[in-house]
């Protein structure tokens, strides 16, 4: 198992690395799943930057559950930074929970990956990239 980065210019380029090899990995345009946290805004910052870098067209989709009255804020906090990045975003607006069956979280992890594939099919993006935490 690889060392742990011990700090955050370790943690910068181990990111910047990973995006890196992802954009370099396949062809065409990359989405990124963006919920405006701080995992997947690290993960758009270091994927617009190697964008640019390599000349591959990055856009990101942020999906609004609208599960929690804090996150009506959230579809505009993230329009104004895709623009100060100068990336393209598509927000996607779930209509009101009607899980059928299933649990708040899974309903709205089914509607949030149907709407990232439809997106991605969108633009043409044969990769998307998602921002996970080990911890």
């Keep these: 198992m690889p060392a742990r980065p011990s700090g955050l210019a370790e943690v910068g380029e181990g990111v910047r690395n990973a995006v890196l090899?992802?954009?370099?990995?396949g062809q065409g345009a990359v989405l990124v799943a963006w919920s405006g946290g701080l995992d997947s805004t690290?993960?758009?910052?270091?994927?617009?930057?190697?964008?640019r870098e390599l000349g591959v067209p990055v856009s990101a989709i942020h999906v609004h559950h609208g599960l929690q009255p804090a996150a009506r804020a959230w579809p505009e906090h993230c329009r104004q930074l895709a623009d100060r990045l100068g990336v393209s975003l598509a927000v996607v607006d779930l209509p009101p929970a009607q899980p059928a069956g299933l649990g708040l979280e899974a309903w709205a992890r089914r509607e949030r990956y149907a709407a990232i594939a439809a997106q991605a099919r969108r633009v043409g993006a044969g990769r998307v990239l998602v921002a996970h935490h080990a911890d």
């Excluded at 090899?21 to 990995?25: F, H, P």
């Excluded at 758009?44 to 930057?49: K, P, Q």
Aim: hydrophobic share 60%.
């Design 42 to 51: 690290v993960l758009l910052h270091a994927t617009a930057a190697a964008g």
């Design 21 to 25: 090899n992802a954009l370099r990995s």
